[in-house]
């Protein structure tokens, strides 16, 4: 049981982490041309998004169960 826990702590902290990085990544002068070309976010900060999104949903999930 404690070891689940520490998995979910250390999951929630990577997801924020990588959602973190990914939107310092959308800031940056290859995002912004990309976005301003196809109106939509690079590939490379999208993937930091739903691998932040999807590691800290399972932390969380981790944490909160009993």
Do not use: C, E, H
């Amino acid at each position: 049981m404690a070891n689940r826990k520490i998995i979910g702590i250390v999951l929630a902290i990577v997801g924020g982490g990588l959602a973190i990085w990914g939107y310092q990544l959308s800031g940056g002068f290859g995002s912004q041309v990309t976005k301003a070309f196809t109106g939509s976010p690079a590939d490379k900060v999208m993937m930091f998004y739903i691998g932040g999104a999807v590691s800290l949903a399972v932390g969380l999930f981790l944490l909160l169960k009993k």
